[in-house]
């Protein structure tokens, strides 16, 4: 970005900028690993991250060792550059959202601090990173807050080029940014990054009569070619190693996961209005307060500001709100504009009132226990039994044994036991019965499509199974605690570990073992005992 304020000195930037910034980093990290992996999300994203680490294949994202295409790969290269750097564990595999929303921020308070004053830019910065929704989602391993960080950057570089080029400035540098910001967003998360950014700008640009500007902004080559250079390559090494990936990635995971049902977690069109307005408490109270009060702002240079931070909310929201499957992180982008619309707000009521401070203070403390009680609660509420589950003091899966998953995958699991390879998912994979639920099954279905050698040797039929846990090696079974019912075999199996939901079953393949594995299978399904448990 070009900057609108005199330059100033670096001891001068560091001490008014840059240590802000870093604070902001650190509050966004400091409870990053405090509780464990939540299913799915975190455990796939997470998963496909260290078997990148560990297979040396930083191209192919896998899923059990199976091409997973659902998204780019942005978040599986920082999250396992940062497993390799601080090692495997929950805190490394959120470094990516970390990241993304420390981007979301920083950008944001520049664009304030550069078209607004410091003051507006530090308040919106302290309600978007102590809000409950924005804590909370930069500690979730999954990809929206890092593509919320690309489009807010995208947004903030792009406007802040509009506004330089319409008053005769440097402007290239920011709109370089942008392109390369709106790459790093077709990485993350596909053309969202792209889309949503090119709809707020165009948006706006029409609606305060700043179309020429755009449209010549909008022609500049060099920055098509930057976002080509960066984001291009990964796109079209797939397409020439899988000839079904664009139609797996575009087609399906684009335009029919938008416009199809069918997909997990509907609802209603206005199920974002609740969820903005009541996961950024206390901090959306100052919205009412603000409507309710009328009056400029008092902060110079904010004139455009609310239309943009409008049609930026405005975009994000009704873009998400039009397909019936809807999560509640698809909507982060829409935190940075309601953070800066909130210190408008609260610039409009506070003033120049001398109570501002004592009343901001206290607002940005209880946005921050509720900030921490969020995590404490997610602890609680969205640990998985796979999460919790561990195997017996003294007891590891080594190199070379063979896992088997029974009638389901668990996530979380290879990421815990530090597995060294994919697992055996056995379970019913007739193509009526894995593509009837957008599940487990169906990602491991698709992602074997892409090689069927591959999925012939992880995805297998539970009935193939005694054969080939009876034989030499050591073989480990992962299942419900009632897998006898789909698997009676498993009684003649040890049991090693359970807890409510799951249950863990070894056969060490020594001599003599067979006979009793085999027996087992033709055993009536009895419930296992329990006090067998080594």
């Known amino acids: 970005m070009s900057t609108a304020a005199p330059a100033r000195g670096t001891a001068s930037w560091w001490k008014g900028h840059a240590a802000f910034l870093l604070m902001v980093g650190m509050w966004l990290a400091w409870t990053a690993g405090l509780r464990p992996l939540t299913a799915p999300d975190e455990g796939r994203y997470a998963g496909?991250?260290?078997?990148?680490?560990?297979?040396?294949?930083?191209?192919?994202?896998?899923?059990?060792?199976?091409?997973?295409?659902?998204?780019?790969?942005?978040?599986?290269?920082l999250a396992a550059a940062a497993m390799q750097v601080f090692g495997v564990h929950e805190w490394a595999a959120r470094v990516p959202s970390v990241l993304g929303a420390w981007l979301a921020a920083a950008s944001l308070y520049t664009f304030l601090r550069r078209h607004a004053d410091l003051r507006l830019a530090r308040w919106a910065t302290l309600a978007l990173c102590t809000s409950p929704f924005f804590f909370v989602g930069a500690q979730f391993a999954n990809l929206d807050m890092l593509v919320a960080g690309c489009i807010t950057a995208t947004v903030a570089c792009a406007a802040d080029a509009l506004l330089c080029l319409e008053e005769d400035r440097p402007w290239r540098s920011a709109l370089a940014l942008a392109f390369a910001a709106a790459a790093l967003g077709l990485l993350a998360k596909g053309l969202i990054g792209l889309v949503l950014p090119g709809g707020v700008i165009v948006l706006w640009a029409l609606l305060a009569r700043r179309a020429r500007v755009a449209l010549r902004m909008a022609v500049w080559w060099p920055g098509w070619l930057l976002l080509i250079a960066i984001a291009g390559p990964w796109f079209v090494a797939m397409q020439l190693r899988y000839a079904e990936f664009f139609d797996y990635f575009v087609i399906t995971q684009h335009f029919r996961r938008f416009a199809d049902s069918g997909f997990n977690n509907e609802h209603p069109l206005w199920f974002y209005g609740p969820v903005l307005l009541g996961l950024?408490?206390?901090w959306t109270l100052w919205l009412l307060?603000?409507?309710?009060?009328?009056?400029?702002?008092?902060?110079?240079?904010?004139?455009?500001?609310?239309?943009?931070?409008?049609?930026?909310?405005?975009?994000?929201?009704?873009?998400?709100?039009?397909?019936?499957?809807?999560l509640v992180g698809y909507v982060l982008p829409a935190l940075p504009p309601l953070a800066a619309l909130v210190a408008l707000g609260m610039a409009r009521v506070l003033g120049a009132s001398p109570r501002r401070g004592r009343v901001l203070?206290?607002?940005?403390?209880?946005?921050?226990?509720?900030?921490?009680?969020?995590?404490?609660?997610?602890?609680?509420?969205?640990?998985?039994?796979?999460?919790?589950?561990?195997?017996?003091?003294?007891?590891?899966?080594?190199?070379?044994?063979?896992?088997?998953?029974?009638?389901?995958?668990?996530?979380?699991?290879?990421?815990?036991?530090?597995?060294?390879?994919?697992?055996?998912?056995a379970a019913d994979w007739r193509p009526a019965v894995a593509q009837a639920s957008d599940n487990w099954r169906k990602e491991l279905a698709d992602a074997g499509d892409f090689e069927p050698a591959a999925k012939s040797a992880w995805l297998q039929s539970i009935d193939a199974q005694p054969a080939r846990i009876c034989g030499p090696g050591r073989t480990w079974v992962i299942g419900p605690s009632n897998a006898q019912l789909v698997a009676p075999w498993v009684l003649g199996m040890q049991l090693v570990t359970f807890d409510a939901e799951i249950a863990v079953w070894r056969h060490d393949g020594r001599a003599g073992e067979a006979a009793d594995c085999l027996a087992g299978h033709a055993t009536p399904g009895a419930l296992p005992t329990w006090q067998g448990a080594s």
């Open 48 to 77: 496909v991250a260290r078997a990148m680490l560990q297979s040396g294949d930083w191209l192919v994202p896998r899923l059990d060792g199976l091409p997973f295409f659902h998204k780019p790969p942005l978040f599986y290269w």
């Open 280 to 282: 950024c408490l206390p």
């Open 289 to 326: 307060l603000w409507w309710r009060k009328p009056g400029p702002a008092p902060t110079r240079g904010t004139s455009g500001l609310p239309l943009l931070m409008l049609v930026w909310m405005g975009v994000v929201v009704v873009f998400f709100s039009l397909p019936r499957s809807k």
């Open 361 to 425: 203070g206290a607002t940005g403390i209880a946005a921050a226990l509720m900030c921490v009680g969020a995590v404490g609660l997610a602890a609680h509420l969205g640990t998985p039994p796979d999460s919790r589950l561990r195997l017996p003091a003294g007891q590891s899966v080594q190199p070379g044994d063979r896992v088997v998953m029974l009638d389901r995958y668990y996530y979380e699991l290879p990421f815990y036991w530090q597995l060294h390879g994919p697992v055996v998912v």
